[in-house]
Every structure is written in C-alpha cells, then in structure tokens.
C-alpha cells in the first residue's frame, strides 16, 4: 500500500487558492487509477505544524504533497491558531523530513518558489519534486492530477513527475511553471523541466488566477537566492562486495534507466542474484548483488537495462 498525505494550507492573510479542486481532482484520478488498491489517500486541510507532526506519526505517509504558498527562501506558508500565515523555515523542514526519511519516499511541493526547500529535503529523501518559480492554481492543478495518475497506473516517480510537465504543456496553462525533481544522491541535483514560453500569471489582482507565493518583483533579493549554486549533495556510498559474495565476480553491474522503466516487473522476477528490487513502483537494481550476468536485459521490453 502506497499511503499519501495531502497537506494543504492557504491561510487567511494570503490569497485564495483553489486547493480544495486539487485535491478533489488528484482523489479522483486515484479512485479510478488501474492500480487505486494499491493506493491510500489522506487529507490535512488549514495545515498548522503540529498537524503535519501528527499526521505523518499517525499514518506513515510515503509520500508527502504539499499545496499552498510559498516564500522562496523565506520558508512555506503554514497556519497558526488563528489562521494566519506561520512560516516554516527550510531548515526547520529538512530536520523534519530527516526524522522521516524511513519511511518517506517522495515529497511534492506545489507551491511558489519552493525549489529551496526541496532541495534541502533531498538530502533526506529519495525523491523531491519543487517549483523554481512562480505557479499558477491552474497549472499547480494540472501538474499534480497528472502525476498522481501516472502513479495510480502504475508508473515510477521519474515518469510521472515528466508526464506531468508535459501535461502543464498540454494544458497551455504552464506560466513560468519550472518544476524541478531533486533526487538524493544525485551528484548534479535539478532535473528541471524548462519553462514554458506563456507570459506569467500575476497574483496581485483578485480577478486573476493565483499564483502560490510572492512574485519575485514584491521580493527583490529573491534573484539572488534563485542565482545560488544548488547544494551538493553527496554521492550515497557503495559498499565493495565482499569475498565470496556472488557480486565480487562481477565485471559491472547492470542499473535501471527511470526514466525508461515502465515498471512491468519482468526483470525482477529473472534475476538469479534477487538483486532487483521494486519500492514505491521504482526498479533498481542493487550493485552489490548484481553479477552482471545480463539475464535481465533479455526480457526488459523497453531496453532501461544497461551497465
Ligand atoms: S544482470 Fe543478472 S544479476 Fe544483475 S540484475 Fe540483471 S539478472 Fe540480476
Ligand atoms: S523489465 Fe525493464 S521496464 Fe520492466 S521493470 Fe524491469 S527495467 Fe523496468
């Protein structure tokens, strides 16, 4: 079971969002999705900290989306008691995230300028998904419908992050929407989509469709954050087989194109060694046990196996 928490916040001294449609619309891309048993949804509406405290040791989630403003560098807009905007650092999140990173596997910020925090969770977690700029509700919607349906059918993070800026795309709904998927251990960590050529959308007048953060205009030093070089995140570190162990016979070991993968499981179940595994819809192959012997790019239909 792939156990999803929404965590959605708009307080009342921001600009409305249509979080309430989002949420809805990814509910029901799930309830009709091939693989919708494998899936559990569950909602956290006007998100306080200690709501998100709760919910995550309460229900485990695996993966954590995120729905509301954001402020750059400034942290993302929760509520307080009253309802008013409570900023959460990025150094608050990625402690948090640290605490969770057992259990965690993807974490989706949509919400403005919120590659900052994500990329600071991805020192914790295997997959982030933030936005560089600015994002439009039309587009936030867009975005995370499609990649919860990718997932619902079954495909990997990786696929369904790329159909969903497709689906911005697609929609011609994109803004300066950039997403950017941060994975841990990624020596080089966006992966970003370009952004799309459409003028931006504004949040400042009421008629207009909401952006989900403060437009770098109202926030002068915000270029000069974005300008930051992206954190270095190390390389995670391979343990050399041991003497004996089938994988000190090897001559390479064989990995897994994500970006290829359509998750049909065939591999796994030919390999000798068990060295391919399968979390969160994700096949990778462990180097410590791979032997190279090759029986799994026999029957990979798409060609993602390779050394
Ligand atoms: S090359 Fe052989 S040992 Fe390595 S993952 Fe493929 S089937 Fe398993
Ligand atoms: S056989 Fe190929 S497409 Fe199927 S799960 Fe393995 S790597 Fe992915």
Not at 181 to 196: L, R
């Amino acid at each position: 079971m792939i156990k999803i928490l929404i965590l959605a916040a708009n307080p009342k001294n921001t600009s409305r969002l249509r979080l309430d449609e989002e949420v809805r619309e990814i509910d029901a891309g799930l309830q009709r999705a091939r693989r919708r048993d494998e899936f559990e949804l569950r909602q956290q509406w006007a998100t306080r900290p200690q709501d998100i405290r709760r919910a995550m040791l309460d229900f485990t989630p695996n993966i954590v989306h995120f729905c509301g403003h954001g402020q750059g560098s400034a942290g993302i807009a929760l509520e307080d008691q009253n309802g008013q905007t409570q900023l959460v650092s990025t150094a608050a999140l990625a402690e948090f995230f640290e605490l969770f990173a057992d259990s965690v596997q993807c974490v989706l910020l949509n919400a403005c300028y919120s590659e900052t925090q994500a990329q600071a969770i991805a020192r914790h977690v295997e997959f982030v998904i933030g936005m560089a700029q600015g994002v439009g509700d039309r587009a936030a919607i867009e975005f995370a419908v499609a990649f919860y349906d990718a997932l619902g059918a079954g495909r990997p993070i990786r696929f369904a992050y790329r159909l969903a800026c497709n689906a911005v795309r697609m929609a011609g709904v994109g803004g300066q929407l950039a997403p950017v998927i941060m994975v841990k251990g990624a020596a080089s960590v966006p992966h970003t989509q370009p952004a799309v050529s459409a003028p931006p959308r504004q949040d400042t007048p009421p008629s207009a469709e909401r952006t989900r953060g403060t437009s770098p205009r109202q926030r002068p030093r915000q270029r000069s954050i974005d300008q930051q070089p992206p954190l270095s995140i190390p390389r995670l570190e391979i343990a050399a087989p041991a003497s004996g162990h089938p994988a000190a016979h090897r001559t390479a070991p064989y990995k897994i194109d994500g970006d290829l993968c359509i998750s049909c499981g065939a591999c796994e179940a030919e390999c000798p060694q068990e060295a391919i595994v399968e979390e969160m819809l994700q096949y990778t192959i462990d180097p410590n046990r791979c032997t190279g012997c090759g029986d799994c790019v026999e029957v990979c239909p798409v060609e993602a196996i390779s050394q």
